[in-house]
């Protein structure tokens, strides 16, 4: 019987010290969640490869390399559908991030009959006192970011969704890119950056102004001063090489680090960065540009995982994405079991500047032969037998066929079901291009478009044992809100 008394009193204590240690925990004061816009399990493993084979190209057996992010200690899977289909986009992916919500494709933070907003992670972050703030790659009134202050039936109300941002009270910093209609869709409504200056924002569109951000700058609107395509900052493949050229343009590193500085107080704050064109270059089946967005990202997180080394005990990290795009996978039926990472170093340029050279070229008339000399500077691929990158003759029979189609203006090209399959609707050189590059590699895609592909979750810090296991992307919210102290 004492034997008994005393066991029952041993788990009575052990009980309590659990209770206690429940009731104490500690939520955290700094939450950064990153989004890699359409990074799946295939961007993450490939960029690891990628990275891996450069560091070590004497090493007689793979090896892969970590990212900041594939270093933390807890891991879990999402699944992606929404009220649409298996296969997202982002606006409804990131609704049910934001706000524990599924929706239709392209709806942002509305229910499925379009009467209904939801309340997002950020409003019941600053309602605690927190300071918010929203950065993406891209531009911020673009689907992912806008599902973090906004609320509208169509992602396609930039401006609408602009205004929300700027005009209400969630936001304390909102960065990166530009906006896609500053003055609507007619061109007709007051510009943004007007409503920004009327409604208090500090505005900085100077690389060294917003190196100098700090905790004095108040709510801060902080576009980077070198855009590329859509209102976007620069594809880290082109930023890299221009910067090896002299240009010094910021990268999405340089404004986690801004946003760190602007919003640290003393009841911290909740931030989001998306890098949102490794989306853009799966769109664009561009294997090299997605490895090097990714590495972007991962700098990026780098920047918080330092931050966390000085905040111990008081900071989360999540890194997720919101859906795969492209359908990637690691493996070509011409290279059988073989990868050839290191090729893609050769690839100094995204599709997109490339379509800027092809733009140019068809502009002077210039031959097939000027064309591959292009080919060959930016992507190494050459048509000179003996290398690595030498083309077959079906590769250049494939170039040729692309060639003649982007020599055309795009009114006068007849665009089939082949055309459609072959190209996506991109320009057909650089696709054509792209294809090649890719499956040199090893490398392939399935799709033009987003995928229903189950999506990794890594976390580090306090709280983020909660977010290990296989759950729907809304319990992405439930977690973060409860790891918070938050209810709904």
């Known amino acids: 019987m004492k034997r008994l ?16 240690a429940e009731d104490t925990a500690k939520a955290p004061k700094y939450v950064f969640m990153f989004i890699g816009d359409g990074m799946g399990n295939p961007q993450v493993s490939a960029t690891q490869y990628y990275l891996g084979s450069v560091e070590n190209p004497d090493s007689a057996y793979p090896v892969p390399a970590d990212l900041s992010f594939t270093k933390f ?41 379009l009467q209904t907003p ?58 990166g890119g530009g906006f896609k209609k500053p003055t609507g869709a ?24 917003i190196e100098a951000l700090n905790a004095d700058s108040g709510r801060v ?3 980077n001063p070198v855009l590329q395509d859509s209102k976007a900052i620069h594809y880290e493949i082109d930023r890299e090489r221009l910067a090896a050229e002299g240009e010094d343009i910021l990268s999405l590193a340089d404004f986690v680090k801004a946003g760190i500085r602007v919003l640290d107080n003393d009841n ?41 080394a000085e905040h111990p005990d008081e900071t989360l990290i999540i890194v997720t994405a919101d859906h795969e795009t492209g359908g990637m996978t690691i493996g070509f039926a011409t290279t059988a079991y073989d990868t050839h990472f290191t090729y893609l170093t050769n690839q100094k340029i995204s599709f997109t500047d490339f379509d800027g050279v092809i733009a140019a070229l068809r502009d002077n008339g210039a031959s097939f032969e000027e064309g591959m000399a292009e080919v ?23 170039l040729k066929a692309a060639w003649e189609l982007s020599m055309k203006p795009a009114d006068q090209r007849e665009i089939g079901a082949s055309e459609q399959l072959l190209y996506g609707g991109y320009e057909p050189f650089s696709m054509a291009v792209s294809h090649i590059m890719n499956n040199k590699a090893g ?46």
Request: charge should be negative; charged fraction near 15%; include cysteine.
């Open 443 to 488: 490398l392939s895609y399935t799709s033009y478009a987003h995928t229903g592909l189950q999506i990794p979750v890594y976390a580090m810090g306090t709280g983020a044992e909660s977010f290990s296991g296989l759950y729907d992307n809304t319990g992405i919210f439930d977690r973060t809100m409860a790891v918070m102290g938050l209810t709904k």
């Open 376 to 398: 060959e500077k930016y992507y190494g691929l050459t048509m000179t037998e003996g290398t690595d990158l030498s083309l077959t003759a079906d590769d250049i029979d494939t």
């Open 268 to 308: 911290g704050f909740f931030m989001m960065c998306e890098g949102g064109k490794i989306d853009w270059s799966g769109h664009a089946n561009d294997a090299a540009t997605s490895i090097h967005e990714t590495l972007a990202l991962s700098d990026a997180v780098q920047v918080a995982v330092d931050f966390a």
């Open 186 to 209: 007619n061109k007709d409504q007051t510009d943004i950056m007007e409503l920004a200056a009327q409604n208090g924002w500090t505005i900085t569109d100077g690389k060294a102004d």
């Open 221 to 223: 609107l902080a576009i």
């Open 118 to 175: 939801f309340k997002l992670v950020t409003e019941y972050a600053k309602e605690a006192g927190k300071k918010v703030g929203v950065i993406s790659s891209v531009s911020v009134d673009h689907a992912t970011p806008a599902a973090y202050y906004a609320k509208q039936p169509s992602r396609n109300d930039y401006y609408e969704i602009a205004v929300q941002g700027i005009t209400g009270t969630t936001l304390d910093f909102l960065a």
């Open 73 to 113: 200690p807890y891991l879990g899977m999402v699944t992606t559908y929404d009220a649409s289909s298996f296969c997202p986009d982002s606006a409804s992916t990131a609704t049910s991030m934001a706000s524990g919500e599924k929706t239709l494709s392209g709806v942002i933070n509305y229910d499925v009959t």
């Open 5 to 20: 008394l005393l066991i029952a009193l041993a788990l009575m204590i052990a009980l309590s010290s659990v209770a206690v």
